[in-house]
T-cell receptor, first 115, second 113 residues
Framework: GENVEQHPSTLSVQEGDSAVIKCTYSDSASNYFPWYKQELGKRPQLIIDIRSNVGEKKDQRIAVTLNKTAKHFSLHITETQPEDSAVYFCAASENSGAGSYQLTFGKGTKLSVIP | NAGVTQTPKFQVLKTGQSMTLQCAQDMNHNSMYWYRQDPGMGLRLIYYSASEGTTDKGEVPNGYNVSRLNKREFSLRLESAAPSQTSVYFC????????????FGSGTRLTVV
């Protein structure tokens, strides 16, 4: 099955700086890579995603890049704000056959933005 | 539009007791999932249902059973709870096929003593 590695596990940045979280995946057939943000005590929420036919996608202060050859993808947050503090999860879509897909998640990165 | 609704939000069980976690979605999604979240372990798939009438095991199915009652509802049952099943459980749903993100429920915090 798919294996997703996520680094770093914790990340502290000063307000206004950029944050980068990196993930690698093992299954070259994976073709969908979402990122989720989870605030303390809340549910994970989709913040951005990228498909394998795209190399980069941007939405305001967040961007995701994908390198299919190297099997890694990254989340970039610019001009960080205290409200960006949360746990971020990357995921890769695994095809288990007969049109059935599931997401395999990384273990998460706890981002702290210091005012 | 409620999205994905899970009940209960909190539960304490004694070892050996049974319970069912309920999940319902109103987004007309075909696929539904149960994950557990433990500190430092991320989200691990317990069971999933690609469509009404089908269920399959995920990464950590031991000690659990599921029922896809209809297109809207997908329940998770613990037949004989163990302390190792203390966790936060999330239900999620999505459109069928690769390339679709999940919508998660608000979670159930389960403690087994």
């Amino acid at each position: 099955g798919e294996n997703v590695e996520q680094h770093p596990s914790t990340l502290s940045v000063q307000e206004g700086d950029s944050a980068v979280i990196k993930c690698t995946y093992s299954d070259s057939a994976s073709n969908y890579f979402p990122w989720y943000k989870q605030e303390l005590g809340k549910r994970p929420q989709l913040i951005i995603d990228i498909r394998s036919n795209v190399g980069e996608k941007k939405d305001q202060r967040i961007a995701v890049t994908l390198n299919k050859t190297a099997k890694h993808f990254s989340l970039h947050i610019t001009e960080t704000q205290p409200e960006d503090s949360a746990v971020y999860f990357c995921a890769a879509s695994e095809n288990s056959g007969a049109g059935s897909y599931q997401l395999t998640f990384g273990k998460g990165t706890k981002l702290s933005v210091i005012p | 539009n409620a999205g994905v609704t899970q009940t209960p939000k909190f539960q304490v069980l004694k070892t050996g007791q049974s319970m069912t976690l309920q999940c319902a979605q109103d987004m007309n999604h075909n696929s539904m999932y149960w994950y557990r979240q433990d500190p430092g372990m991320g989200l691990r798939l317990i069971y999933y249902s690609a469509s009404e009438g089908t269920t399959d095991k995920g990464e950590v199915p031991n000690g659990y059973n599921v029922s896809r009652l209809n297109k809207r509802e997908f329940s998770l049952r613990l037949e004989s709870a163990a302390p190792s099943q203390t966790s936060v459980y999330f239900c999620a749903s999505s459109l069928t096929g690769g390339g679709y993100g999940y919508t998660f429920g608000s979670g159930t915090r389960l403690t087994v003593v």
